[in-house]
């Protein structure tokens, strides 16, 4: 004959099978019983002796005397504003004003909260129903109201659209002010900001992809190179001062850009004497030619063939022929 579970065993019966509450409201229903009053005039030990653990807190919190810790929770705090216009908006001035607003009170609750804002987001809604959406990574992070400003005007000033605006958005990112401490041989920009506006107005006079920082390719074809974001930090060693002594660096090359066209003279496949715009002259001694070529499983496959020569006058250049020109690349100091 099986033994009657006890009240502990109901107990914890109760706390692994919460979904008992509907069968024990049921079962309540079924006595009578529909309001809470009713219920806690229940004696607690028939209440558990009939239905279990989870009834006795049930009973328990009815009656208020079941303790339960209020956990606070503190909501993500985001630092966004945005508007919606009354009217359609045409020009710049009417979101110039709003955006110094938002700026103003995203300013004000950073600063509350310690905090700098190191990303400005921009939306825009159209009036047909199209987003525009702009990041600015600011280089120093700030809560400078004027200084975060003029960037946004720079951007607004050269933004066209088709469609006017009935919307517009802005949100911060935010992180704790910057401090660091440089070396001996390491310095730092005087303005990080001043900078990035300089180059964000350079980007709207030039493109977005003619601004930037010039790094070289994984290539052998010379002079090969593509424009990187401008970056205002420098890596450890950047400025290592032995990197930096004038007696290990080796002639410098000074490029045309593109090269300039030149006329060469051979003799037994070997150039005898130059002719271009800025020189002129027989070729005194040469050495060459290097070639070189690549990327010939593309659209964009080069070959070149590239001589080192002094010319009788004492200047040394750099040319090259493509099997169609000759051009002259770059003067050595």
């Not at 990303?119 to 199209?130: A, D, G, V």
């Not at 659209?161 to 949100?171: F, M, R, T, Y």
Request: charged fraction near 25%; hydrophobic fraction near 35%.
């Amino acid at each position: 004959m099986r033994e009657p579970a006890t009240s502990q065993q109901q107990q914890r019966k109760g706390k692994q099978n919460p979904e008992n509450i509907p069968h024990i409201l049921h079962l309540l229903h079924k006595w009578g019983i529909h309001t809470i009053g009713q219920f806690t005039r229940l004696d607690k030990e028939e209440i558990r002796a009939r239905l279990g653990g989870e009834a006795v807190r049930l009973w328990e919190r009815a009656q208020g005397k079941c303790a339960r810790l209020l956990k606070f929770v503190q909501p993500p705090e985001s630092f966004s504003e945005s508007f919606e216009f009354e009217y359609e908006v045409e020009t710049a001035e009417p979101l110039l004003f709003m955006l110094r607003r938002f700026l103003q009170q995203l300013a004000l609750r950073l600063n509350g909260v310690y905090l700098v804002a190191r990303e400005l987001t921009l939306r825009i809604q159209f009036s047909n129903k199209q987003n525009y959406e702009r990041r600015f990574q600011i280089p120093q992070p700030t809560i400078d109201v004027d200084l975060l400003f003029r960037m946004l005007q720079t951007h607004l000033e050269d933004f066209k659209s088709d469609q006017p605006i009935i919307a517009l958005s802005l949100e911060a990112q935010p992180t704790k002010a910057v401090s660091q401490q440089f070396g001996l041989f390491e310095t730092t920009l005087r303005n990080p900001n001043r900078l990035y506006e300089t180059l964000a107005r350079l980007a709207a006079l030039l493109g977005r992809d003619r601004v930037g920082t010039p790094v070289l390719e994984d290539s052998y074809r010379p002079d090969a190179f593509r424009l990187d974001p401008f970056s205002w930090e420098l890596g450890p060693g950047e400025l290592d001062p032995v990197r930096l002594n004038k007696k290990a660096m080796p002639a410098a090359l000074r490029r045309f850009r593109p090269s300039l066209p030149a006329s060469v003279l051979l003799q037994n496949d070997q150039p005898i004497h130059l002719r271009s715009a800025p020189l002129t002259g027989s070729v005194a001694e040469q050495q060459g030619p290097y070639r070189a070529s690549g990327n010939w499983w593309d659209e964009k496959k080069w070959s070149r063939s590239e001589w080192d020569v002094e010319i009788e006058k004492g200047s040394i250049c750099r040319f090259h022929s493509d099997e169609k020109n000759w051009e002259l690349d770059g003067l050595y100091d």
